[in-house]
C-alpha cells in the first residue's frame, strides 16, 4: 500500500487509500404522506416501481461513494430487510451499506446527527442526504472542490449543493424554498432565510454585518435545494455541542451563519448540469416521476441504470414496459405517453392510460380511465372506472365504476367500491387490526387510532364492500408542522394542485385560488377532459386529448427549458420530439413556442426604454426558437403572435414585440405586409375582434414607417444622382 501523502504536499486530500461516505437519512421527520406511511416508511415507497431508496442509492453509486450509513427509526425491519435483498447487498456491488437502528428519541435531523456522532460513524469528510434524493449530479466533483476549499479554510465546515432553476419549478415546492445570499466570487452562504407560501414570506433581513464586510452579494430565490449536503466531520460534533439544532438548514445553517462563537463557514456548489430534486411531498412525488418518465434523469432511467429488480423496454412516446413479456395490452386499450407499466399486468379492452405508473401484477378493467396516477403493485381497478392525479397503494381493491379524483391517496389494502365516488383529496386507510391494536405506541402511527375514534361508521360513498378508513381534511394535530397556522401551506406540497400561477406575496390570491382548484370547480382540466360531466356516462367526453396534453408538455418543457437556461438547439429538439410524440401539426408547436416567449417578457411599470430592454433580451435569446423547431413560417409567427397578444395582458407589447421580430430579421418587412394584408389580421368575426383592430393598426403604422424611410431612401438617391 502506497504511503498516504504528507500535508506539505500540493496533492489533493483525496487519494486512493481514502474511501468516500455518506449518510443517508432515511427517516423524513414528517407525515406529508399520510395514510400511504402508516405501515411502511417513506423510503420504501415505490418511484416507478422502484423502491425510494434505490434511487437515493444509485445516486450515490454514480458519485463512486464506497461506504453508506443508512441512520433510521420508523419501520427499521422493513428498512434493513429491503437492503438485505437488493442488489446493493451483493458482492460486487461496490458500495457497502450499513443499516444503523438509532434511537427511539431520535425525533429530527439533528438528533440522528447527534446520535451519528455518538457512535463515531464518520472518520472523514462526509456526504449527507436524505433518503429521497433522485440525482444524476456527480457529487464527487463538489467532495474534491469541498476538500480543495478545506486545505486553505479550515473552518468551511460544509458544501451546499444548489441547482438553478426559476422562481416557479414543478420539482420546488412552492411552500418549502429559500432565500441565498451569497458572495459573489467565493460562492460563500452568508445568509439563509426560509420562504414559505402561507402566511407569505415577503421580506428578506440579512444582518448589516454582512453587506458591510462583502462588497459585492448575490440574493439568490432562483436556487433549489437538491438536498445534498458534504460535511466536514466536525459537523456531528457541532449537533452535538448545540441541542436546539433539530432542522439541518432552519437550525443547523442558520445557526452556523448567525454565531459569533463558532465562526465556521458555510459554502454553496451551484450546479449547472445534471439533475437533483427530492421527493419530499406528493406534489414533488409526481413531479420527480414525470421526470423520470421523460428522461430528465438521463442516466437514472427505467431502461438503464434502473435500480429496481425488473427491467423495461423504451418505446416512442417514452412508453416502458417490462422486458420480460408478461404484459397483456388488449387490443383496444390506449396507452398514451410517458407511462410505465409492470411485469404481470393487465390491461383489459378499451382502458385508457395517460402519464401514469401502473406496478407490478395489477389489473386493469375494461373501460377505465386513468390520467396521471401512480398505482403500486398487486392492485385491482375494477370496470369503468375513472382516476384521475391520485396515488394508489399496494393490493387495492378499486371495484366497478368507481370514482378518484385529483389529489386522492388511498393506503395499501383498501377496498372501495362498487360505485364509490371519492371527494378530491380524500385520504382512505384501513383499521388497525388485532395485531396492530396490540403493539406499542411507538411503532404504529397513532393518528389511525385517533381516526377511529372520530369515525363511526364507513362513508356510504364508498361502497358497500369498502374497509376504508376516511380521513379529515384538516390537520389532525400541531405537530410536525401541520398545525392550522400551515394547513394553507401544506395545500401547496399536494398532488393534484396546480400552483404555477399563484402569487406566494398574495394572502388573499393563495386562499382564493387554492380552494377555488381543489373544490373541483373546473369544468374541464388540461388534458382536454370534461371532469364534471356525469359519473354516470362513461367514458367522459375526451376533446382533442392530444392537442390538450401537447400543450400542457410543451408548455412545462420550454418553462424548464427558458428557467434552467437550455441551449436552443435542445430546447427545440424536445419540442420536436414531444410534437411527433402527440403527432400535433407545426403550427401548434410555433404556437407554444410564441405563447412561450411572449409569456416570459416582463412587463415593466411605465414601460418606455425599460420595457424595450426586456423585450430585446428575451427576443435576442429565444427568439430564433421559432423558426428552429421545424419550418419557416413568418406570416404564421406575426399572426399567431397577434393572437396571443389579443387575448393576454401583453397587448400594450405587441408593435414592441413585432419591432423586435423584426430587428433579429426573424420576420422580414414583406412578412409583415402579407400578414397585414390578411382579412383574419383585421379581427373580424372574432370574439376578440377589437384587440385584434388595435393589432392591425398598430401595424398600419408599421408600415407607414417602412413606406416613410423607402421614401427617404429613394430621395438620397434621387440627389446623389443629380449630384453626379
Given at each position: 500500500m502506497p504511503p498516504r501523502p504528507t500535508a506539505g504536499k500540493d496533492s489533493l486530500i483525496t487519494d486512493e487509500d481514502e474511501i468516500l461516505q455518506a449518510v443517508i437519512l432515511a427517516d423524513s421527520f414528517n407525515k406529508r404522506f399520510r395514510p400511504l406511511t402508516i405501515r411502511k416508511p417513506r423510503c420504501l415507497l415505490p418511484v416507478c416501481n422502484a423502491p425510494l431508496l434505490d434511487w437515493t442509492f444509485e445516486s450515490l453509486a454514480l458519485a463512486g461513494v464506497q461506504e453508506v450509513f443508512v441512520v433510521c427509526r420508523s419501520h427499521a425491519e422493513q428498512i434493513k430487510m429491503a437492503i438485505e435483498g437488493s442488489k446493493w447487498s451483493k458482492p460486487g456491488s461496490g458500495m457497502k451499506i450499513v443499516p444503523i437502528v438509532t434511537a427511539k428519541e431520535t425525533f429530527s435531523p439533528g438528533d440522528a446527527m447527534r446520535d451519528i456522532y455518538t457512535r463515531g460513524l464518520v472518520t472523514t469528510d462526509f456526504i449527507l442526504v436524505m433518503g429521497d434524493l433522485v440525482s444524476n449530479i456527480r457529487i464527487d466533483e463538489v467532495v474534491r472542490l469541498h476538500k480543495e476549499r478545506r486545505k486553505t479554510n479550515k473552518d468551511a465546515i460544509m458544501t451546499i449543493v444548489v441547482k438553478e432553476s426559476g422562481a416557479i419549478h414543478r420539482t420546488r415546492p412552492i411552500g418549502d424554498s429559500a432565500v441565498f445570499a451569497l458572495d459573489s466570487k467565493t460562492s460563500e452562504c452568508l445568509h439563509y432565510q426560509p420562504v414559505i407560501a402561507y402566511p407569505p414570506t415577503r421580506f428578506v433581513q440579512i444582518p448589516r454585518e454582512r453587506l458591510e464586510s462583502h462588497p459585492e452579494i448575490d440574493i439568490r430565490y432562483d436556487l433549489i435545494d437538491c438536498g445534498i449536503d458534504v460535511c466536514s466531520v466536525e459537523v456531528p460534533s457541532l449537533f452535538q455541542d448545540n441541542f436546539d439544532y433539530l432542522d439541518i438548514r432552519r437550525d443547523f445553517v442558520h445557526g452556523v451563519l448567525t454565531s459569533d462563537l463558532l465562526m465556521k463557514n458555510v459554502y454553496c456548489h451551484i450546479a449547472t448540469e445534471g439533475y437533483a430534486a427530492r421527493v419530499k411531498d406528493t406534489k414533488s412525488y409526481e413531479s420527480v416521476s414525470k421526470d423520470i418518465l421523460s428522461r430528465w434523469t438521463f442516466p437514472l432511467v427505467p431502461d438503464d441504470n434502473y435500480p429496481g429488480g425488473q427491467r423495461y423496454e423504451h418505446v416512442r412516446g417514452n412508453r416502458y414496459l417490462a422486458k420480460d413479456n408478461t404484459v397483456v395490452l388488449a387490443r383496444t386499450c390506449k396507452i398514451g405517453t410517458n407511462t410505465l407499466i409492470g411485469s404481470s399486468t393487465r390491461i383489459s379492452e378499451d382502458v385508457q392510460i395517460h402519464a401514469s405508473v401502473i406496478g407490478q401484477n395489477c389489473i386493469i378493467g375494461a373501460g377505465t380511465i386513468i390520467k396521471n396516477c401512480y398505482i403500486f403493485d398487486h392492485t385491482t381497478i375494477g370496470a369503468n372506472c375513472i382516476l384521475e392525479k391520485s396515488i394508489i397503494g399496494s393490493n387495492v381493491n378499486l371495484k366497478d365504476n368507481s370514482s378518484v379524483p385529483r389529489g386522492c391517496l388511498i393506503a395499501d389494502s383498501v377496498i372501495v367500491g362498487p360505485g364509490a365516488k371519492l371527494e378530491p383529496f380524500d385520504r382512505l386507510s384501513t383499521r388497525r387490526d388485532e395485531v396492530e391494536a396490540e403493539l406499542p405506541d411507538e411503532e404504529v402511527d397513532s393518528?389511525?387510532?385517533?381516526?377511529?375514534?372520530?369515525?363511526?361508521?364507513?362513508?356510504?360513498?364508498?361502497?358497500?364492500?369498502?374497509?376504508?378508513?376516511?380521513?379529515?381534511?384538516?390537520?389532525?394535530?400541531?405537530?410536525?408542522?401541520?398545525?392550522?397556522?400551515?394547513?394553507?401551506?401544506?395545500?401547496?406540497?399536494?398532488?393534484?394542485?396546480?400552483?404555477?400561477?399563484?402569487?406566494?406575496?398574495?394572502?388573499?390570491?393563495?386562499?382564493?385560488?387554492?380552494?377555488?382548484?381543489?373544490?373541483?370547480?373546473?369544468?374541464?382540466?388540461?388534458?382536454?377532459?370534461?371532469?364534471?360531466?356525469?359519473?354516470?356516462?362513461?367514458?367522459?367526453?375526451?376533446?382533442?386529448?392530444?392537442?390538450?396534453?401537447?400543450?400542457?408538455?410543451?408548455?412545462?418543457?420550454?418553462?424548464?427549458?427558458?428557467?434552467?437556461?437550455?441551449?436552443?438547439?435542445?430546447?427545440?429538439?424536445?419540442?420536436?420530439?414531444?410534437?411527433?410524440?402527440?403527432?400535433?401539426?407545426?403550427?401548434?408547436?410555433?404556437?407554444?413556442?410564441?405563447?412561450?416567449?411572449?409569456?416570459?417578457?416582463?412587463?415593466?411599470?411605465?414601460?418606455?426604454?425599460?420595457?424595450?430592454?426586456?423585450?430585446?433580451?428575451?427576443?435576442?435569446?429565444?427568439?430564433?426558437?421559432?423558426?428552429?423547431?421545424g419550418g419557416v413560417d413568418p406570416v404564421e409567427t406575426v399572426t399567431l403572435l397577434q393572437t396571443m397578444c389579443a387575448s393576454s395582458d401583453r397587448m400594450p407589447l405587441f408593435g414592441q414585440i413585432l419591432a423586435a421580430l423584426y430587428q433579429s430579421d426573424i420576420v422580414e418587412e414583406d412578412d409583415i405586409r402579407a400578414w397585414h394584408a390578411l382579412p383574419a389580421s383585421k379581427g373580424e368575426g372574432h370574439r376578440a375582434e377589437e384587440n385584434l383592430k388595435k393589432c392591425w393598426m398598430i401595424g398600419s403604422h408599421m408600415l407607414q414607417q417602412f413606406d416613410a424611410q423607402e421614401s427617404e431612401e429613394s430621395e438620397s438617391e434621387g440627389n446623389e444622382d443629380d449630384s453626379e
Open positions: 393518528d389511525v387510532e385517533e381516526v377511529e375514534a372520530r369515525q363511526s361508521h364507513i362513508n356510504k360513498n364508498l361502497g358497500h364492500d369498502s374497509n376504508a378508513l376516511v380521513w379529515p381534511h384538516g390537520p389532525l394535530s400541531e405537530e410536525d408542522g401541520e398545525g392550522p397556522e400551515n394547513e394553507k401551506n401544506l395545500r401547496f406540497m399536494r398532488i393534484g394542485d396546480d400552483c404555477s400561477d399563484i402569487d406566494i406575496s398574495d394572502p388573499d390570491t393563495v386562499s382564493s385560488e387554492s380552494e377555488s382548484k381543489s373544490s373541483g370547480s373546473e369544468s374541464e382540466d388540461d388534458t382536454g377532459y370534461d371532469t364534471t360531466a356525469s359519473s354516470d356516462v362513461l367514458p367522459p367526453v375526451k376533446r382533442d386529448a392530444n392537442e390538450s396534453e401537447f400543450r400542457s408538455e410543451a408548455k412545462q418543457s420550454l418553462v424548464r427549458a427558458f428557467s434552467e437556461g437550455h441551449s436552443i438547439e435542445n430546447a427545440s429538439v424536445e419540442l420536436k420530439t414531444l410534437r411527433m410524440a402527440f403527432d400535433v401539426p407545426l403550427s401548434l408547436a410555433r404556437e407554444a413556442v410564441i405563447s412561450a416567449v411572449v409569456g416570459w417578457i416582463p412587463i415593466v411599470q411605465g414601460g418606455g426604454a425599460p420595457q424595450r430592454q426586456e423585450i430585446a433580451r428575451v427576443i435576442d435569446r429565444w427568439g430564433n426558437m421559432i423558426n428552429e423547431i
